[in-house]
């Protein structure tokens, strides 16, 4: 069975920086384009990050360009989501989430993903 974790949430204060990390067991995603996705309190998923088969290629949501940087490891089957300058605004549950078709222009639908993760919490405080 195909399984990604998440780990590498917590309490941060304005300003701050966490590094996610996304690892996946079970099969290896590295056909897979990769991306993350948070969802805070009363809000839809919506997307944060995504990465390229090849790592290459990265993608991001206008309120995190240039704040937070998306890395993969193919070697150790792990996705990484380096956060920085964080804002109270960035507070919900980041998930990652595992893209086997080529990129398009739905790249930000979660519905085009198959695999996801659990989740992990991540709150910046003022």
């Not at 948070?38 to 990265?58: C, D, H, L, N, Y």
């Not at 996801?116 to 003022?126: H, I, R």
Request: proline share 3%; with cysteine.
């Amino acid at each position: 069975q195909a399984l990604l974790v998440e780990s590498g949430g917590g309490l941060v204060q304005a300003g701050g920086s966490l590094r996610l990390s996304c690892a996946a067991s079970g099969r290896t995603f590295s056909s897979h384009a990769m991306a993350w996705f948070r969802q805070a309190p009363g809000k839809e998923r919506e997307f944060v990050a995504r990465i390229s088969r090849s790592g290459a290629t990265t993608y991001y949501a206008d309120s995190v360009k240039g704040r937070f940087t998306m890395s993969r490891d193919t070697a150790s089957n792990t996705v990484y989501l380096q956060m920085n300058s964080l804002k109270p605004e960035d507070t919900a549950v980041y998930y990652c989430a595992a893209d086997p078709r080529i990129v398009s222009s739905t790249y930000r639908d979660p519905s085009r993903y198959d695999t996801w993760g659990q989740g992990t919490q991540v709150t910046v405080s003022s």
